[in-house]
């Protein structure tokens, strides 16, 4: 059985960034229907509905008759990851985190603008993510519909939902903007560090 996990800020605490009816229809009805068809799509599965949520996403990657089962858990996934990547209160960036993110881009504004044009080079739904590869270096990807670094052997350390329900309230077609606000007021720069560390 698959859980809505708990939204770790309150629903509107984000605001002016990120609305309070966003959130409500974002996490309250997008992320839970996810999580519904996930466990309709798993219940008579046990060989899949016994498995922790990263391993059924591998598993289930690149193989057309579980193609439903990969959506619907990666974007369980997704959702609580995009969540925890967002703070209410501004998170000063480590020094060194600051340092690493120099090392790989130069300059944290230049990371900024990187992973901007990420997100807007992603045509229709998809997410943007600050990934690491097996030697520990950084880099930013984008991936179509419900796609994630999992699939790749990354492994993430930040995300931003692009799908047009994530901003179209508060931004309308906009989603540079989301994007840009969310990385300067909203980053939690702990769960980056904590995901760089693992
Ligand atoms: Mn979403």
Known sequence: MWLLKKLPFEKNSLEPII????????????HQ????KLNDLTKEKPELNSLILEDLIKKSANNDELKAIFNNAAQVFNHDFFWQSLSPEKKEISSKLLAKIEED???????KEEFIQSALAQFGSGWAWLVK???????????????NPLSKDLTPLF?????EHAYYLDYQ????????????????????EKNLEK
């Open 159 to 163: 995300a931003i939902d692009v799908w």
């Open 173 to 192: 077609n906009k989603r540079a903007e989301f994007v840009e606000a969310i990385l300067d007021n909203l980053v939690n720069w702990d769960f980056v």
């Open 133 to 147: 590869n097996k030697e520990n270096k950084l880099g930013i990807i984008k991936t179509a519909n419900a796609d």
């Open 33 to 36: 229907t996810y999580v519904n």
């Open 19 to 30: 609305s309070e009816k966003t959130i409500d229809f974002h996490y309250g009805k997008h």
């Open 105 to 111: 881009f130069t300059s944290l504004e230049n990371f």
